[in-house]
C-alpha cells in the first residue's frame, strides 16, 4: 500500500550542507589530480581544448570549450589545469545526486534519516572509484555525469522550488550539451529522462516550446566543430567543416570497431566484468541493496523515479556490454559507468531508508535513526575506496613515458609512433609545451586520418626524412629501407619481420639499415638505462593504483620478451618475463607474436 500524501517529502533544491560537500569533493579531487598530463586521449583532449581545436570523435565541443577556461589561470602546468577542470565538473555532481536521493527517499518521514541517507548516497556516486577517476585526469566523463544526472535532478523537482518551465528548460539545456558533449552516452540516458519528464502530471503544453528552444541552444555548441575545423584545419580531428564529416565525427562513426565483439569476448562476459567494476567500488552489497531499493519504489513509489532509475542504469550499463574493450585496467570503462553508478548509489539509499523506516515505525525512531546514519556512513565509507583507486596525487609515469620516447633521441630523428599513448603523449608534448621540434615524427595511429596527412605532409614534406608514410602501414621494413641512416620506432607485434634489423633503446627500437644488426652488450647497458628512466620499477607501488601504468608497463615488457626470443636471447626474455610478474603474477604468457597479439589476461594494447 502506498504511504499517505502527507509522508511523501518532496526534494528541495540543495542546501548549504550540500555545497559544502561539493566544495570538499572538489578540493579533494584536486588535491589528488594528476599534476601532469595523463596517459590515452587525455594529452589529446588537453591541446585540443587549448588550441581550441576539434578533439577526436565525437569532437566535445562543450569539453573544450569548459576545459578551456581555468586553462587561462596561472597554476601548474596547462594539462594540470585541464585536470582541475575535470574535478570541478565532477563536484557538480555531488548536489544533483543529492537531489535524486531526496526524492527517491520521499517516502522516509524523518528529516534527519533522509538528509543523511541522500548525502551518503552523495558521497558514494560522485566521490566513489568510478568516479575519482575521471575527476583527477582530462576526460570527457565528469562533464558528461555532471549534465545528465542535472538533466535527471531537475526534473525531480516540484513547482514550489523551481517553476516547472524553468525546470524543464534548465534540463533541456543540459541535455542538449550532454548530447554534443557525448552522443551515446546522452541517448542512452534519454529513456530515463523522458519517464521523469512525462510522469508530471498535467504538464503545461505551453513548456514544450522553451525546453526545445533550450536543448536547441545546448546541442548547438556542436557548430563549434566545423567553425573550428576551417579556422584551424591542422588542429581539427576528422575535418569537420564539411557537413558529411561534421556527422562522421559527431556519431564517432570511427570508432564503430569499438562495438564489434569477437575473440571470445561477449555481452555476458563484458555483463561479468561490469559488475566486478560495481563491486570494486561499491562492495558486495552494492549491487542487492540498488536491486532492493528498486523493488522498493516500484511496490510503494514514487514509481516513475523508479522506473527513470533503473532505465538510467540499465541504459549506461548498454553502451558498455556491446563493446570490445571492456576490461577493468581501462579507465575508459569506470568512466562510461560513472552515471549508471551514480543511479546504484541512489536505489541502495532508498533500500537503507525503507529499513530505516520500518524499524523506526516498530522500535522507535532513534534505533531507525541509527540504521539510517549507519547506512549513510557505509556508503560514504566508498569514498576511502575511491580515493586510493582514483588519486593520482604525484603520478608523473605518463611524462616520465613520453619523455622516455623522445628525450634521448638525436636532433633531427625519424621516429615513428603505433600506439595511442604516444601519440596523444606526443601530441599534447608538440602543440602544449613545444616539445622537441626537430623530430620527424609520423604517428602510425593517425595515418589515414585526413588532416593528419595534410599536417604531415605540410610540416614534413611527403618523405619526413626520407620516410614514405604510406608504406609504414603495410611495408613498415621497406618504408625505413627508404631512409639514409638510422631511425626509432614504436615496437608493435607487426613489426617482428624488422626483428633483426632493429636493437632495443628503452621504449624504443632503433633501426640501423636492412641488413642485420648485431645486439651488443654496451647497446643492452643503454636499452636497460633508457627503460629505467620511463617505466617505474616493477616493484613501485605506485603501479598497483595506476591501472593504465601498469597495462602499459606490462605490455612493453611482453613486447621486449617478444622480441629477445625471436632474437634468440631466451635469456633476456626470462628477465623480461620475470619482471612482468613482479606487476602482474599471474601473467604466464605466451609472447606476443605477429599473427596472435599479445594473449593473456591483459589483451589489448595501449
Request: net charge neutral; proline share 8%.
Amino acid at each position: 500500500m502506498s504511504p499517505p500524501p502527507e509522508a511523501v517529502v518532496p526534494p528541495a533544491l540543495p542546501g548549504v550542507a550540500d555545497l559544502v560537500l561539493a566544495c570538499l569533493a572538489f578540493a579533494a579531487f584536486a588535491a589528488t589530480a594528476c599534476p601532469e598530463v595523463h596517459w590515452l586521449d587525455s594529452g589529446e583532449l588537453t591541446a585540443s581544448a587549448w588550441a581550441l581545436g576539434v578533439a577526436h570523435p565525437p569532437g566535445e565541443a562543450p569539453w573544450a570549450l569548459l576545459a578551456r577556461l581555468p586553462m587561462s589561470l596561472p597554476f601548474g602546468d596547462v594539462a594540470f589545469r585541464a585536470n582541475v577542470a575535470s574535478a570541478a565538473f565532477a563536484a557538480l555532481c555531488v548536489p544533483a545526486v543529492t537531489v535524486l536521493a531526496h526524492a527517491a527517499l520521499g517516502g522516509l518521514r524523518d528529516p534527519r534519516s533522509r538528509a543523511w541517507l541522500s548525502r551518503g548516497a552523495a558521497v558514494a556516486a560522485a566521490l566513489g572509484g568510478a568516479s575519482w577517476l575521471q575527476a583527477v585526469r582530462a576526460e570527457v566523463y565528469s562533464l558528461q555525469a555532471a549534465l545528465t544526472l542535472w538533466g535527471a535532478a531537475l526534473l525531480v523537482l516540484p513547482d514550489g522550488v523551481l517553476p516547472r518551465d524553468t525546470r524543464w528548460s534548465l534540463a533541456a539545456l543540459a541535455c542538449g550539451l550532454a548530447a554534443a558533449n557525448h552522443p551515446l552516452l546522452l541517448v542512452a540516458s534519454l529513456p530515463a529522462l523522458a519517464v521523469l519528464a512525462l510522469s508530471e502530471a498535467g504538464i503545461r503544453r505551453g513548456a514544450w516550446g522553451p525546453a526545445a528552444a533550450a536543448g536547441t541552444l545546448g546541442f548547438s555548441s556542436v557548430l563549434y566543430l566545423p567553425v573550428r575545423a576551417a579556422a584551424s584545419p591542422a588542429d581539427a580531428w576528422g575535418s569537420p567543416d564539411r557537413l558529411p564529416d561534421a556527422v562522421a565525427v559527431l556519431t564517432g562513426r570511427v570508432f564503430a570497431q569499438n562495438f564489434s565483439l569477437g575473440d571470445g569476448v561477449g555481452t555476458w562476459e563484458n555483463a561479468g566484468t561490469l559488475a566486478s567494476l560495481v563491486r570494486l567500488h561499491g562492495g558486495p552489497a552494492l549491487l542487492p541493496l540498488a536491486a532492493a531499493g528498486g523493488v522498493v519504489l516500484a511496490a510503494r513509489g514514487p514509481r516513475p523515479l523508479g522506473l527513470g532509475l533503473a532505465l538510467l542504469v540499465l541504459g549506461n550499463a548498454g553502451t558498455v556490454l556491446p563493446q570490445n574493450k571492456v576490461f577493468l585496467d581501462n579507465p575508459d570503462l569506470h568512466g562510461y559507468a560513472a552515471v549508471g553508478y551514480a543511479g546504484l548509489c541512489v536505489l541502495a539509499a532508498n533500500a537503507l531508508g525503507s529499513l530505516s523506516s520500518w524499524m523506526g515505525a516498530r522500535r522507535g525512531r532513534s534505533l531507525g535513526r541509527g540504521i539510517a546514519l549507519a547506512g549513510a556512513l557505509a556508503l560514504s565509507a566508498q569514498a576511502l575506496a575511491g580515493a586510493a583507486f582514483g588519486s593520482r596525487a604525484g603520478d608523473r609515469m605518463a611524462r616520465s613515458f613520453a619523455a622516455g620516447l623522445v628525450s634521448r633521441l638525436p636532433p633531427g630523428a625519424p621516429l615513428v609512433t603505433a600506439g595511442n599513448d604516444a601519440t596523444f603523449l606526443l601530441w599534447y608534448g608538440e602543440r602544449v609545451e613545444g616539445w622537441r621540434p626537430d623530430l620527424r615524427t609520423v604517428h602510425r595511429v593517425l595515418l589515414g586520418h585526413g588532416f593528419y596527412d595534410r599536417e604531415l605532409r605540410r610540416r614534413a614534406g611527403p618523405r619526413p626524412g626520407g620516410l614514405d608514410p604510406g608504406r609504414v602501414r603495410v611495408d613498415l621494413p621497406g618504408a625505413l629501407s627508404a631512409i639514409s641512416g638510422p631511425a626509432w620506432l614504436e615496437f608493435r607485434e607487426r613489426d617482428f619481420a624488422a626483428a633483426p634489423s632493429l636493437v632495443p633503446r628503452g621504449l624504443l627500437m632503433e633501426w640501423r639499415g636492412p641488413g642485420p644488426a648485431e645486439v651488443r652488450e654496451e647497446d643492452l647497458e643503454v636499452h636497460r638505462a633508457r627503460l629505467a628512466e620511463a617505466l617505474p620499477d616493477p616493484g613501485d607501488a605506485a603501479l598497483s593504483r595506476d591501472v593504465h601504468a601498469r597495462t602499459v608497463a606490462v605490455y612493453v615488457r611482453a613486447l621486449l620478451g617478444g622480441y629477445f626470443a625471436a632474437r634468440g636471447r631466451p635469456d633476456l626474455a626470462a628477465a623480461e618475463a620475470a619482471a612482468i610478474r613482479q606487476v602482474e603474477p599471474a601473467w604466464r604468457g605466451p609472447w606476443p607474436s605477429p599473427e596472435d597479439g599479445l594473449a593473456g589476461p591483459f589483451g589489448g594494447a595501449p
